[in-house]
């Protein structure tokens, strides 16, 4: 008797965790009304850097009409990555995709069919962006080149092949509520826009816990360079000790204050934050100096 | 357990000794980190002359730029073979952010190239007014930012 207990309550774990780990798509309606401004998606399209991870090995990125073809390796601690073709070629890219299927992706993280994408895809802070921001992405994205590479498989061993175990990892990790939380200034609410959002800047600046989470309380307080052994640093205001003007020219110009330059993986960064406007390079700025000093 | 306590006290100050041998500059691999560490202080210390005009940190000198200008070439031409040591590398020598792929991947000498060419660049433009400098300055931080990003370990 007390078995056949057992059983069940293991049944029930188990459906219920094959029931938690489903897919979490956007309400059919999430993107009714909305009218495409294909000029904001290049703004949305470089202040996200879809690009920089986006293009062939060794290909310039920061150019009008980047080659999406796909191809460029991420080392993880679960294995390596490999960034899939998402140029508007209808079957090799992206270009059959409606405007949800792009939402999905980038806003939840789930295939057109879906699965879930594992977050190397850093939709766990694109899921901070608007419905409107993704449907001016998405009209962006259908003009630019398309190429028939094939996408590559990850290299990814068990458990971590398994799509389905991240729907639980997703539940875990944390919501898209913004971090910086509450009322704030015009111009610091679109720098956490820009930050927390699009610019994805904590996917290397916050530590992670073993499951590769954000450490929500250590909020871009520094972390291990995920690929070296080097570190990436804090930009809390503390630790930073720039004024706005510092931060929003070496967003601009890779200069720091005392003219050393930028290196490293913030090298590609900056070629998208140069090309956004001065006013979002300054709405940064703001937003960073606005944050909660790390004590440090 | 003493004699875990007792390695540990010999492993503990092993390490000790191992750090000052490293932090001082009879140490030849520690000398030449320190030698290349401040060929890029001087680098740093000219551009910011003219990053300082260019961002309007400061007024625009054609005379101090000319001579920042000058500087960074004359820098730029100086042969760093003698501290850019093979085994020197993050790593292997405390204090230094220099990664191994330099003496390994064969793509330092381009980089040093392009600098060159950048340097080269502004040193024709510096003189000519604040237009110019500007137009220089952009390749000048490229080089240095391309070389950083492939060759200098993030460790800040």
Redesign the interface.
Known sequence: MIRWILAACALAVAAGAWVLSGPDPLPEDALDGLVADAANGERVFIAAGCASCHVAPEADAAVAAPVMSGGRRFESQFGTFIAPNISSHPDAGIGAWSDMDIANAVLRGVSPDGAHYYPAFPYTSYFRASAQDIVDLAAHLRTMPADPTPSLDHEIGFPFNIRRTLGLWKLMAGGPEMVLAGDVSPEVARGRHLVEGLGHCAECHTPRNGLGMADYDAWLAGAPEPAGDGRVPAITPDALGWTAFDIAQYLSTGFTPSFDTAGGDMVEVIENTSRLSSEDRDAIAAYLLALPRSGG | MTRIIRLSVLVAAGIAVAGIASAQSNDPLAAAVKARQSH?QLY??N??VL??M??GRMDYDAEAAQAAADNLAALASMSQRFYWVPGSH??AVEGT?ALEVIWTDGGIGAEAEAFSAAVAGMQDAAGGGLDALRAA??PV??S??????NY?????
């Not at chain 2, 240095?144 to 990003?149: I, M, T, V």
């Open positions: 890029m740093s210390a551009l910011a990053g300082g260019a961002q993050a790593g952010r300055i952009g931080g490229a240095c930012g391309s070389c950083h990003e200098r370990q993030s460790n800040n």
